[in-house]
């Protein structure tokens, strides 16, 4: 068990957790600090929380120790608007003994390799907005009026518990404007101004990638399938704890939808590997970074999948329609992404 | 967006600069693995490569992706192949059978365009090369371009007014900004776009100039109401010109002296009420039609200058005002006359995304079940006392 090992240098970076660091990953041996909690996920993927003190880890455990905070981040709704944001204070929640596994250290299992540090964070709760807000499932228009700031924190508030394990103690709009300046950011376009357009009766119609570029990391795509790999079940038990609406024909529709994401978590667990055609023979770096974009794919309609479960929750019976029609749009795209993973190379187009 | 509300068919027109009227047909069909967009135009392969790839392109640009459904576009005639103004209307037409564009007459859509960089959003063409190792190949190019372009210039006008005849009351023409030839007289249907981002309003997201619009509601009798739109764009002023009256450093061209001081008074007082407005922009405010008469225009083009300012949310579709004030200083919303015409007007037009503001006062007397009905449209609205969050 390791109990009489010895006690390892505390790591550099433990002063700042809870500070700008909000989760690190622990070595077996060395200790969390006070105030702090451990996480401890099997390799089963079953997580356990521990009090703080000394790791010690069985076979083919991992631990990290995270900092309940608060923490306070500044998000922008929206890119078009950069002198406006939203100042979040986030707590991570306590652990809540109704449910299997807490969302939090499902996120620390699943999205966190060494370290959680509060920019990272900043950076994807505001991509979770942003994106729900552009999809519609949260609305905040200009001038807010207070019934509408009212659904919109309530939903905000469900969609980060239910994408991060976090909950949003204090939102309030801020004026972000002596520090973010949209006059300094017009003025840098200007001088910086995107390439000349090329034109397209002169290119060739179908245009040819330069063979040497690179644009994704293999990385991206482990990372990608991991988390494909751990999240869509709890994504599927989610969706299957929620209370549907009496008559019509949800009920067919939810069940069609739990068999299809059922579907696409297999597919996703049995993915081949990515840099290989056949046994002996490797696959052209080209069709790789194909790939690789279509695992982004996937990965993006499960953030938008996470946001919708949030919303259905939420939701009142008039709107179970719509939303699974939308979780049906994200579906098909998870499974175009996933099937376009597994494809070795584009398939030939119908002809026109 | 719900599929069953939307047809499977859309259509959008465009005029060749020979006269002859395109009609670009798209529709929609389950997916089943086949290829997310098809084209197809009799005996012309090549321009219907051309047409894919440019339907692709602006794909590119739009924010939700949805997989499900595979669109097929067809034209009824084949342009020459050297003519590129119907780019748009396939684009529209595309856009139109998804829903991503919703005009209040989906019928009477005509659209002029074409662009090299639609993966952007942009309606800019490149400059043909006059030089290196292409320059056979480019004269020959320039030479033909100018071929188009000439014989083009003869009938230009008349394209756009044989348009014009054909469009109902509450069609729309689409054009270029930048377009060689614009109409001659543009009307209140005519809507002249730099980027795809503009049908809604919105601005461009890497260009140097914040350019927004905003609509309101004109009245003018009955026949012909229409929802007209005013633009603001601003550009950073230069430190050594802000020393200046806020009032001198806005512009609007189309307005004569006294409307004009009336609309510099208005932003600049909207400006004040705002911490961080005076003194930062150079800025010029255009209109749809600039001839009416009345102030309640003021709250859409204070709203605009707030969102082109980087100051407001922006909403998903347009924003859709009626307010004025006598007291901007402090945000105040007053109201308007002509309720009853401006609420119809505003109900026949509103689409999914878009944002009614009207003022306060006007929110006891609303009909029943109005603001439900823009809600199952997708719109939301809200009778605001002041300006800002809350």
Redesign the interface.
């Given at each position: 068990m390791g109990i009489f090992s010895r006690r390892k240098a505390a790591h550099p970076d433990l002063p700042e957790l809870g500070r700008t660091i909000i989760a690190l990953a622990c070595e077996a041996g060395s200790v969390a600090p006070d105030g702090s909690t451990l996480v401890l996920c099997g390799a089963n993927g079953q997580t356990r929380r521990q009090a703080a003190g000394k790791v010690t880890l069985a076979q083919g455990e991992r631990a990290w120790c995270f900092h309940a905070g608060p923490y306070t981040l500044d998000l922008l709704?929206?890119?078009?608007?950069?002198?406006?944001g939203l100042r979040l204070r986030v707590l991570v929640d306590a652990a809540d003994p109704r449910v299997a596994q807490q969302r939090f250290d499902l996120m620390l299992q699943s999205e966190v390799a060494q370290k959680l540090t509060g920019e990272q964070l900043r950076v994807a709760l505001q991509s979770a907005l942003q994106s729900a807000?552009?999809?519609?499932i949260l609305?905040?228009?200009?001038?807010?009026?207070?019934e509408?700031?009212h659904v919109f924190r309530a939903g905000l508030n469900q969609l980060v518990y239910t994408r991060f394990g976090l909950t949003v103690d204090d939102c309030v709009?801020t004026?972000l404007?002596?520090q973010a300046d949209?006059?300094?950011i017009?003025?840098g376009?200007?001088i910086a101004?995107?390439a000349?357009?090329?034109?397209?009766?002169?290119t060739p119609?179908?245009p040819q990638p330069v063979a040497g570029a690179i644009a994704y990391g293999a990385d991206e795509d482990a990372s990608g399938l991991r988390r494909l790999f751990i999240e869509l079940g709890p994504l599927c038990s989610g969706l299957r704890l929620l209370e549907l609406p009496a008559g019509g024909s949800t009920f067919e529709l939810h069940q069609a939808l739990l068999l299809r994401l059922g579907m696409a978590s297999l597919n996703a667990s049995s993915m081949p590997s990515l840099g290989w055609a056949a046994p002996d023979q490797p696959l052209p770096v080209l069709q790789q970074q194909r790939r690789i974009g279509s695992t982004l794919?996937a990965v993006?309609a499960l953030d938008e999948a996470w946001a919708v479960l949030a919303r259905m929750q939420l939701a009142r019976s008039s709107e179970w329609?719509?939303l699974l029609?939308e979780a049906?749009?994200i579906c098909?795209?998870l499974e175009?992404g996933l099937?376009g993973r597994r494809q070795l190379y584009p398939?030939v187009?119908?002809a026109? | 967006m719900n599929q069953t509300t939307i047809p499977a068919t859309a259509v959008c027109r465009s005029v060749l600069a020979d006269g002859r009227v395109l009609t670009i047909t798209a529709s929609r069909r389950p997916r089943a693995n086949r290829a997310d967009v098809k084209c197809s135009v009799a005996a012309a392969p090549a321009l219907a490569q051309r047409m894919q790839q440019a339907v692709r392109m602006a794909r590119l640009t739009e924010p939700v992706l949805d997989t499900r459904d595979q669109v097929v576009l067809s034209m009824d005639l084949a342009p020459a192949a050297l003519e590129r103004d119907w780019e748009l209307a396939a684009i529209l037409a595309d856009r139109m059978v998804r829903g991503v564009y919703a005009p209040a007459d989906p019928a009477a859509v005509f659209a002029f365009g074409s662009s090299d960089v639609w993966h952007l959003g942009r309606l800019r063409l490149a400059e043909v090369p006059h030089h290196g190792g292409m320059q056979a190949q480019g004269q020959h190019m320039a030479a033909a371009v100018c071929k188009v372009a000439a014989s083009g210039q003869a009938d230009a006008g008349d394209r756009y007014s044989r348009a014009l005849a054909l469009l109902g009351g509450d069609g729309v023409l689409v054009y270029a900004e930048g377009a060689a030839m614009p109409p001659r007289a543009p009307d209140g249907r005519c809507f002249a776009i730099s980027h795809l981002g503009a049908l809604q309003g919105h601005a461009d997201q890497a260009d140097c100039v914040a350019s927004v619009r905003s609509w309101f509601p004109l009245y003018s009798g009955g026949l012909h109401d229409s929802l007209a739109w005013v633009e603001v764009s601003v550009y950073p002023l230069d430190p050594a010109d802000a020393a200046g009256s806020e009032e001198d450093s806005i512009s609007a061209p189309q307005l004569e002296p006294s409307r004009l001081q009336a609309l510099r008074q208005t932003l600049a007082a909207a400006r004040h009420f705002d911490g961080y407005g005076l003194g930062r922009w150079r800025t010029l405010v255009r209109f749809g039609q600039p001839d009416f008469q009345g102030g309640s225009y003021e709250l859409a083009l204070v709203m605009a200058d707030r969102m082109a300012r980087g100051r407001e949310f922006p909403p998903r579709g347009r924003l859709i005002a009626s307010g004025q004030s006598s007291a901007w200083h402090a945000g105040r919303v007053e109201t308007v006359e002509g309720q009853q015409a401006k609420l119809e007007l505003i109900i026949r037009q509103a689409g999914a995304g878009d944002r009614v503001l009207l003022p306060a006062d006007w929110s006891a007397t609303l009909p029943s079940g109005y603001q439900a009905q823009l809600r199952q449209r997708g719109a939301s609205l809200a009778c605001i006392g002041r300006i800002g969050m809350i």
């Open positions: 709704p929206f890119a078009a608007a950069p002198e406006w807000l552009a999809l519609g609305d905040l228009p200009p001038c807010t009026t207070v509408e700031w709009p004026d404007a002596p949209y006059a300094a017009l003025r376009r200007a101004p995107l000349a357009p090329v034109p397209l009766l002169i119609a179908a794919l993006q329609l719509a029609d049906e749009r098909a795209n175009t099937a398939p187009e119908e026109a | -």
